[in-house]
């Protein structure tokens, strides 16, 4: 048996994967590529649902994770951040929920099981990844009515419940969810959590990372990092800390908040700068490594990696600096 996540954090910083979607638009899929075996009657256009590639195109995703483990990666991300039926609404395939998460885990898994089978000495773990699905709890969609909510909490949990079943039965060895901008999402995540894990009678580690929208240092739901912080701490987490929107220069004095005031392990995966007039993200490793240096410098992490516009040569770059350096110390350590 592989060694537990939670002693080897205690070693040395770990690595998480960078991002799934920039590696797989290097592919120049079809819409075909979106439907092989499962979906060749389906009448909606399914171009850009990535998470159906863990069921269409699974050699795709785990040359994917096989690309991140082989940079440094100790830990990889399933492919089913938009894996809840909320999400996969918008594509008339509701009720394949389960599978793209039971798949999505099992492919990460096996990639992940290769590894661990001959690097016994450097374990490496998955990841399941929740994504906040694309609705909101906490605040109306609609600015002519601020009381009208597009989704509830009762049916958040449900959809959340019934994606983290699949990736706990497919093999994913923590749960991860990410990209928070409404923190009463990630509370209905966390019910869910606890639901499915008092039905199989188990129990994973739990990650949670916010994304801080703009300069304004605050969630899409209006939250300072510190009020996000105390709003998810009754949980037991494994980690708290950031992804996405921000560049690591832009993120650094929210994840210092983070670091300074949290009682778990804190991660960071930030993207690859922020996005060009083209969308693009144009930070190299080199420039991207320089800035995550600050964050090692000042010992605020013990999870990092990269999100938007991250690839294996970021996270390699990333891997081979964090070696040199000891995680952050736990304040009641």
């Known amino acids: ?46 171009k ?3 998470d159906l590639l863990s069921l269409t195109r699974p050699d795709i995703i785990k040359a994917i994770h096989r690309a991140y483990f082989e ?35 099992k492919i990460a898994a096996e990639v992940a099981a290769e590894f661990s089978a001959n690097e016994p000495d450097k374990p490496r773990y998955v990841a399941g990844s929740i994504g906040p699905t694309n609705r909101t709890s906490s605040i109306s969609p609609d600015v ?7 989704v509830t909490f009762d049916e958040l949990n449900l959809a959340y419940q019934q994606q983290i079943k699949g990736l706990i039965e497919g093999g994913s060895d923590l749960l991860l969810i990410e990209t928070i901008f409404d923190t009463l999402n990630a509370k209905a995540a966390l019910f869910a959590i606890q639901e499915v894990f008092n039905e199989l009678n188990t129990k994973l580690p739990v990650m949670v990372s916010g994304t801080i929208t703009d300069a304004s240092g605050r969630t899409l739901t209006g939250q300072t990092t510190e009020a996000f912080l105390v709003s998810l701490s009754h949980y037991s987490l494994f980690s708290i800390g950031l992804n996405c929107a921000l560049g690591a220069d832009d993120m650094r004095p929210y994840l210092k908040t983070l670091s300074k005031r949290s009682e778990f392990l804190t991660s960071a995966h930030p993207n690859a700068g922020l996005p060009n007039e083209f969308g693009e993200y144009d930070e190299t490793p080199e420039m991207m490594v320089a800035q995550i240096k600050k964050f090692l410098d000042d010992g605020l992490i013990n999870i990092v990696g990269g999100c938007c516009g991250t690839t294996p040569d970021h996270i390699r770059a990333i891997a081979a600096i964090a070696k040199d350096y000891s995680p952050r110390k736990l304040k009641n350590n």
């Open 48 to 50: 850009g649902n990535n």
């Open 71 to 105: 940079a440094g990666a100790d830990i990889v991300e399933t492919n089913t951040f938009s894996g809840t039926s909320i999400a996969q609404a918008d594509y008339a395939l509701e009720k394949y929920a389960y599978e793209i998460n039971f798949h999505g885990a």
């Open 144 to 150: 002519n009515d601020p009381g009208y909510r597009n």
């Open 1 to 46: 048996m592989k060694k537990s996540i939670e002693d080897v954090v205690k070693d040395r910083i770990l690595i998480l994967d960078g991002a799934m979607g920039t590696m797989i638009q290097q592919y120049s899929l079809s819409e075909e590529d979106f439907r092989k075996e499962w979906f060749e009657e389906h009448n909606q256009p399914l």
